[in-house]
């Protein structure tokens, strides 16, 4: 008799109905990639953008091409997960309708970007269907993923943030010149983001108020709410974290730089993934050593305000007389090897396989650790 295999059954989920789709699938591709096969199997599950679960074997593809980016396809089977908290197994509807089953899931581990992947929807069902899952609960993932109430967070833990303010579609609609007004009491130049998306998509920098309609129409076409910021002057510096929420302590990374050299006016979504000479990424970066203690503490304070577990990127500028100002926290950054995630935490001394076996212990840990509910 074939002993059990009594490994940790390990899903990895991607793709997913967001803009991001295509760069969950590359994030997604390096976690798979990383994880170690003595100590877990893995189930490479993707989720096309109309929401079908279903196995990917040719994971390792994917890669961000500009002329052919990934995408989930719909291939006639799907993936039924088990909503009762029962501990059942996944169950795979064949293209022919027979039904296999795939195991008990020990363990998700989602690369979800963006909507219903990043913002506390999936969580949800983790939480119903009671299985363990790498990173933030339901409600650090939707108050991170809400650029509005994001702010107001981190404001509320006494931490500086960005000036802002929230337009939705119904007051530009309605009455645009006083949503002009309070924007431009902000001052030109401003950047205009839909406030639940990510990966920079939707996202115009405007010079005057003869600019916003144009931007408000692209922000629109991703969220219904939308929020805009002043121009902040000062560097872009990134700090990782990794810690739990029940057992260990957050402790930050080394630090990341990102500077945008080429054409691009701001680090968008094509500078970030599709024009690489476009950017520099620089880590460590090269910081005044009790500024970057700041940038650290910041990130740490961030992490701890929202309940976070598992990860977050923090996002700080540092202005020139050394302020650090919080952008924003990331609870499900990018992955892929070459993110500015991995890079810090192996700057710290943290290889990228390592990374993902915390991860997903954490997630195993911190279940049993937390208290009935």
């Known amino acids: 008799m074939t002993p059990a295999d009594t490994r940790p059954l ?17 994030t997604a591709a390096g ?12 189930l490479p599950i993707g989720i096309t953008r109309q929401g079908t679960w279903r196995l990917v074997e040719d994971w390792q593809d994917m ?17 039924l997960p088990p909503v009762a908290a029962t501990g059942s197994p996944l169950l795979q509807r064949g293209a022919d309708g027979a039904f296999t089953e795939l195991g008990t899931v020990d363990v998700y581990f989602p690369m979800l970007h963006g909507p219903f992947g990043e913002d506390g929807t999936i ?33 509320a833990a006494g931490l500086p943030v960005c000036p802002w303010e929230k337009v939705t579609d119904r007051e530009w609609r309605e009455d645009a010149a006083v949503a002009t007004e309070r924007i431009s009491a ?16 939707g996202v ?25 910021e002043p ?24 630090l990341g730089e990102i500077t ?3 054409d691009h006016e701001f680090y968008d979504f094509e500078a970030k993934y599709l024009d690489g000479d476009s950017v520099v990424l620089t880590c460590p970066a090269e910081l005044d050593a009790a500024v970057g203690d700041r940038v650290r503490e910041a990130a740490v304070r961030a992490f701890e305000a929202f309940d976070c577990t598992g990860l977050a990127r923090v996002d700080t500028f540092v202005t020139p007389d050394g302020e650090v100002v919080i952008n924003e926290i990331n609870t499900l950054p990018g992955m892929t090897p070459s993110s500015m995630f991995p890079r810090m935490w192996r700057a710290s001394g943290m290889e990228y396989p390592a990374v993902v076996d915390e991860l997903i212990r954490t997630a195993l840990e911190d279940v049993p650790a937390a208290p009935a509910g």
């Open 186 to 201: 902000l001052g030109y130049p401003v950047f205009v983001k839909p406030a639940r998306a990510g990966s920079s998509v």
């Open 10 to 26: 390990v899903a990895v989920l991607f793709g997913g109905r967001t803009p991001e789709h295509s760069v969950s699938c590359v």
């Open 260 to 262: 945008v050299v080429g």
């Open 231 to 254: 121009m902040v002057t000062g560097r872009e510096i990134e700090c990782g974290v990794l810690g739990s929420l029940h057992r260990d302590a957050p402790r930050a990374s080394e």
């Open 123 to 155: 969580q949800g069902f983790f939480e119903i269907s009671d299985t363990p899952y790498v990173g933030s609960g339901v409600f650090a993932s939707a108050a991170s993923m809400d650029k509005h109430f994001m702010k107001i967070v981190l404001r």
């Open 31 to 42: 976690v798979l990639a990383a994880v170690d096969p003595q100590k877990y199997r893995v």
């Open 63 to 79: 890669r961000f091409d500009p002329d052919a980016m990934p995408e989930v396809v719909d291939d006639g089977t799907e993936i």
């Open 204 to 228: 115009s920098k405007v010079a005057d108020p003869a600019g916003l309609d144009a931007a408000f129409a692209e922000a629109f076409a991703h969220d219904h709410k939308v929020i805009v």
